[in-house]
């Protein structure tokens, strides 16, 4: 594709996968996009064996506590990958331990299961992208701290112009980062309670969903799916196509 035929955008400041639904982020300094996403991201969910939901995961709605557990992907020697998840306690248990689940359900009164998802259990798509100008507007607005990772994203950008929102703009056209990763954004991301919470303290902000419903149509960041596969790390930039 021409030079002409791309504008710069943004760039990314910051990457993260989510290796169990609904625990904390791990900060990662690359990843390769590959069409499920950032390999190991949200790949574990527990999910709750009473519902019949559509939406049947076991997340900080149910235990805001979740965000406050700590997942690690470690490969090992033989090149097998491992997931753990220290505790808010201080606990280090296999994340398909017995030990782990059964302290989930001890906390939240629920029987749970694990589920391991290849595909990834994502709400819409496997990569969300909110910019840094979007989270000090609602940061500012809702008189909280100005904190990404509140919105779970997995990049995290800085806009080259524009200013909060200007994300929303790109639904319907290709982002382009790095040399040769492509992502379509499909969507919007209507947000729930879950960024009410504290990232590191699970601690309850009200007034943040409340501005984002009424002051932008619930509206935060969006989401995208990979077209061509690729590296992508902090400092690349970011072309929109055409």
Known sequence: MRESDVTFVATVLELARYPVKSMRGEALPAATLTLQGIPEDRR???????????????????????LCYKPAVEVEGS????????????????????????????RSSQSLSLLRNGRGSYDAA???????????????????EANPWRFRPNLVVDLQEGGAFE????????????ETAR????????????????????ESSPGVLRCV???????????GTVLTAGEVRPGDRVWLEG
Not at 46 to 59: C, E, G, K, L, Y
Not at 126 to 144: D, L, M, N, Y
Not at 167 to 178: A, C, M, Q, S, Y
């Open 167 to 178: 994300e929303l703009n790109w639904v319907g056209r290709i982002l382009r980062i790095g």
């Open 213 to 223: 419903a009424q002051e932008h149509a619930n509206c935060a960041g969006v989401y």
């Open 44 to 66: 574990y969910a527990f999910v709750q064996a009473a519902s019949r939901s559509d939406f049947p995961w076991f997340t900080a709605r149910q235990l805001p506590e979740m």
């Open 79 to 106: 090149g097998e990958i491992v997931v753990t998840v220290t505790t808010p306690g201080g606990e280090k248990w296999p994340v398909d331990s017995d030990e782990l689940r059964r302290e989930l359900e001890e």
């Open 126 to 144: 496997p990569i969300s992208i909110i910019s840094r100008q979007t989270v000090a507007r609602i940061a500012e607005e809702s008189a909280t």
């Open 183 to 202: 992502i379509p954004i499909i969507k919007v991301d209507k947000r729930c309670v879950i960024i009410t919470l504290d990232p590191e303290t699970a």
